[in-house]
């Protein structure tokens, strides 16, 4: 069992002001509704295939709905050598709740 850090959605925000990439894990659909900025998306649906595109040297913050999908990605991430990533408590929901910056609509 792997330990993945939560964060808060203004922690997180200060991780990726920092320079760290946040991943969004939820569906396309879900992702052009609404997302946090400077979000990338790689669906959980995707995301064992596509998890390598993500830099090991660079801190990674993950976030989805509510916080479940970014904690099994996250500890996927762990469990594939990947050091520095955290779950965002809440997900994009709490994000959006506390105001932080986001895109609606593609």
Not at 20 to 45: C, K, T, W, Y
Request: hydrophobic share 35%; proline share 5%.
């Amino acid at each position: 069992m792997t330990n993945l850090r939560e964060v808060t959605p203004a922690e997180g925000q200060k991780l990726v002001q920092g320079g760290a990439l946040l991943v969004d894990v939820r569906e396309r659909e879900e992702f052009d509704n609404v997302h946090a900025e400077g979000a990338q998306l790689i669906p959980l649906s995707e995301f064992e295939s596509r998890y390598a595109e993500l830099p090991k040297d660079k801190p990674l913050v993950m976030i989805c709905r509510s916080g479940a999908r970014s904690q099994r990605a996250g500890e996927l991430l762990l469990e594939q050598g990947y050091s520095d990533v955290v779950n965002l408590k809440g997900g994009t929901n709490a994000w959006l709740e506390d105001g932080l910056p986001s895109v609606r609509g593609q």
